[in-house]
């Protein structure tokens, strides 16, 4: 079974915080995902990463950076946290065409 | 640019019944639709995936059909459970991009005792 885990299941943070969203998998899928996930909006992508050292811009990249050193691990960054990146995120890997994602549990993040 | 709708209103069921939850997309022709469930607090976990040139795919009491005259694609879950009980969502493959889902808002499906 694919094993996809982040870091925490909920965070708590300050406006202006520098916060840092760990994803590891480990069944050697080449793409990654960062969504975020709120009430009546379905899923929205942040950034996604197809290999190593490689990213692209989702629908909603503003406020958020990605780094992608090593293949199993996809890291999110809220550069200066703010109220309204309260939200569920949530990471993804998918391979192959069928682009089935397979997600981990979410982190709960509150920015206060 | 690419929409898909679901029912934003919780689907109630009696135990038993057959549930039946609807995902529309416009604007576009998917290659394929994929869906999913997700429980609170969760993440989303992938059920089934029908292709354009597929009708109809069965796994277990899951039946996924895919009529892209109508750019619709219906869910059914047969003999219901209360374990059934979770949040639906539909994705169809982004246009121009061989990496990306669009996704659906999803339906709380509630199966009652």
């Known amino acids: 079974d694919v094993k996809v885990t982040q870091s925490s299941r909920y965070l708590v943070k300050r406006t202006g915080e520098k916060v840092f969203l760990e994803c590891v998998q480990d069944?050697?899928?080449?793409?990654m995902f960062w969504y975020r996930q709120d009430p009546g909006l379905g899923l929205r992508l942040i950034y996604f990463?197809?290999?190593?050292?490689?990213?692209e811009k989702g629908d909603i990249p503003e406020g958020y950076s990605v780094s992608r050193e090593k293949k199993e691990r996809f890291s999110l960054i809220l550069e200066s946290a703010s109220t309204n990146q309260t939200s569920m995120y949530l990471c993804?890997?998918?391979?192959?065409?069928?682009?089935?994602?397979?997600f981990g549990a979410g982190t709960r993040l509150s920015v206060l | 640019s690419q929409k898909i709708e679901q029912n934003s209103e919780a689907l109630n069921i009696q135990e038993g019944k057959t549930a039946t939850l609807t995902c529309n997309y416009t604007n576009y022709s998917p290659a394929y639709l994929q869906w999913y469930r997700q429980d609170p607090g969760r993440g989303p976990v992938f059920l089934l995936l029908i292709r354009e040139n597929e009708k109809e795919k069965r796994k277990e009491r899951l039946k996924v059909t895919f009529d892209t005259t109508l750019k619709q694609s219906l869910f059914h879950i047969t003999a219901s459970q209360p374990a059934d009980s979770a949040t639906y969502l539909c994705?169809?493959?982004?246009?121009?991009?061989?990496?990306?889902?669009?996704w659906g808002a999803g339906t709380k499906l509630i199966i009652k005792p």
């Open positions: 993804a890997t998918a391979t192959g065409f069928k682009n089935i994602q397979y």
């Open positions: 994705a169809l493959d982004k246009e121009d991009s061989n990496y990306q889902l669009i």
């Open positions: 990463s197809y290999d190593v050292k490689m990213k």
């Open positions: 069944m050697d899928h080449e793409n």
